[in-house]
């Protein structure tokens, strides 16, 4: 049986600003752009989440709901050196670090350079090197799978330490509610309610069947975890499975003549990014969002692997002018899937 941690910090952009400027201390503030030029959050310190200022908010929104809400600029060269020495933690006890973002990372630590027997032990010394030499908090997450590490990891937050083991998993999903599950989002967990699903006790009632007619193949995914079944493996040479552009607009646009110039120039950009990086994909990703804020993605997928820029335009303007509509667009994205780094035997870094 595997002991693993999963470690994430605490609002780390937010928690590095507020570190670095004492003025910021105690309040309200979320690290991202401005709202006089269509910005959005990145992250908020738990003052602002008190008020609903979440990721991927709009700035001007997170204002409305919060008026002395401070917006700090981002500093992504402070934010990836903190993490670069997070992850030399990381690597004093164990090499099978899985880094999942710049902020948190799965750990195997079954065996480990220091020969300790207690995984709960050891996240507890991470959480105490972290603060100690960074002045930050982390929140760890310990049991014998990833998705279990990374339930509990969230479950008492900040600067929390969960773990889940195994003679107690199975109790503590079933009252665990469905929101709270790794893997279940927002739009899923509304479904699950409507089929009467709201904690672990009743996702288990549902037979495989039944989460495949609703699910499809996440189907198999919801009926494993909430059994305690996860055999992924920590994979310190986790490859990127997507590469992408995206535009948020100054001012909203509607003429297809000004969306397709825009469309285009992240086509060339998306294309340069997969040259440079020796990579070629399959399947070619439209994100639009509008005005509204309602968000979607269209897709396409070809039987060969390609990085050029006329291939990828071509396929993106078709998925654009098949939507049909002249409605307000407020953002437009392009991204690659099924990269041939998903290839057998093919291991890549990406510094984008």
């Given at each position: 049986m595997r002991k693993i941690i999963h470690v994430d910090m605490d609002c780390f952009y937010a928690a590095i600003e507020q570190r670095d400027n004492p003025e910021l201390k105690g309040k309200p503030i979320a690290v991202g752009g401005s709202d006089k030029r269509r910005g959005v959050i990145a992250t908020a310190s738990y003052e602002a989440r008190k008020y609903g200022i979440k990721s991927a908010l709009a700035t001007s929104v997170a204002k409305k709901k919060c008026p002395r809400l401070i917006i700090v600029p981002p500093r992504?060269?402070?934010?990836?050196?903190?993490?670069?020495?997070i992850r030399e933690i990381f690597h004093r006890y164990t090499d099978l670090v899985e880094p999942l973002s710049l902020d948190e990372a799965y750990l195997d630590v079954t065996e480990n350079k220091l020969d300790m027997k207690s995984a709960i032990l050891i996240a507890r010394r991470i959480k105490e090197d972290i603060e100690r030499e960074l002045n930050l908090t982390a929140s760890a997450g310990v049991s014998y799978n990833k998705f279990l590490a990374k339930v509990a990891s969230d479950y008492n937050k900040p600067d929390g330490l969960t773990a889940i083991l195994p003679e107690k998993a199975q109790s503590f999903m079933m009252d665990l509610p469905i929101e709270k599950f790794f893997g279940i989002g927002q739009a899923t967990a509304r479904k699950m309610h409507r089929l009467r699903i709201k904690k672990g006790v009743d996702l288990k009632r549902m037979s495989k069947i039944e989460l495949g007619q609703h699910f499809g193949k996440n189907g198999q995914f919801y009926f494993d975890i909430v059994r305690g079944i996860d055999n992924r493996e920590v994979d310190p040479d986790?490859?990127?499975k997507s590469i992408s552009e995206e535009t948020t607009f100054?001012?909203?646009?509607?003429?297809?003549?000004?969306?397709?110039?825009?469309?285009?120039?992240?086509?060339?950009?998306?294309?340069?990014?997969?040259?440079k990086n020796k990579i070629k994909g399959k399947t070619f990703v439209l994100k639009v969002r509008y005005k509204n804020f309602e968000t979607i993605t269209r897709n396409k997928t070809i039987d060969f692997f390609?990085?050029?820029?006329?291939?990828?335009?071509?396929s993106i303007e078709?998925?654009?002018?098949?939507?049909?509509?002249?409605?307000?667009?407020?953002?437009?994205?392009?991204?690659?899937?099924?990269?041939?780094?998903?290839?057998?035997?093919?291991?890549?870094?990406?510094?984008?």
């Amino acid at each position: 049986m595997r002991k693993i941690i999963h470690v994430d910090m605490d609002c780390f952009y937010a928690a590095i600003e507020q570190r670095d400027n004492p003025e910021l201390k105690g309040k309200p503030i979320a690290v991202g752009g401005s709202d006089k030029r269509r910005g959005v959050i990145a992250t908020a310190s738990y003052e602002a989440r008190k008020y609903g200022i979440k990721s991927a908010l709009a700035t001007s929104v997170a204002k409305k709901k919060c008026p002395r809400l401070i917006i700090v600029p981002p500093r992504f060269d402070v934010y990836k050196s903190v993490s670069k020495h997070i992850r030399e933690i990381f690597h004093r006890y164990t090499d099978l670090v899985e880094p999942l973002s710049l902020d948190e990372a799965y750990l195997d630590v079954t065996e480990n350079k220091l020969d300790m027997k207690s995984a709960i032990l050891i996240a507890r010394r991470i959480k105490e090197d972290i603060e100690r030499e960074l002045n930050l908090t982390a929140s760890a997450g310990v049991s014998y799978n990833k998705f279990l590490a990374k339930v509990a990891s969230d479950y008492n937050k900040p600067d929390g330490l969960t773990a889940i083991l195994p003679e107690k998993a199975q109790s503590f999903m079933m009252d665990l509610p469905i929101e709270k599950f790794f893997g279940i989002g927002q739009a899923t967990a509304r479904k699950m309610h409507r089929l009467r699903i709201k904690k672990g006790v009743d996702l288990k009632r549902m037979s495989k069947i039944e989460l495949g007619q609703h699910f499809g193949k996440n189907g198999q995914f919801y009926f494993d975890i909430v059994r305690g079944i996860d055999n992924r493996e920590v994979d310190p040479d986790r490859v990127t499975k997507s590469i992408s552009e995206e535009t948020t607009f100054a001012e909203d646009k509607v003429l297809e003549s000004e969306i397709l110039a825009v469309l285009k120039k992240q086509s060339n950009n998306l294309s340069a990014k997969l040259v440079k990086n020796k990579i070629k994909g399959k399947t070619f990703v439209l994100k639009v969002r509008y005005k509204n804020f309602e968000t979607i993605t269209r897709n396409k997928t070809i039987d060969f692997f390609t990085d050029e820029a006329d291939h990828i335009y071509k396929s993106i303007e078709k998925l654009y002018k098949a939507l049909k509509n002249e409605r307000e667009v407020r953002l437009l994205g392009v991204g690659m899937t099924n990269l041939d780094t998903e290839l057998d035997g093919v291991q890549l870094t990406l510094d984008l």
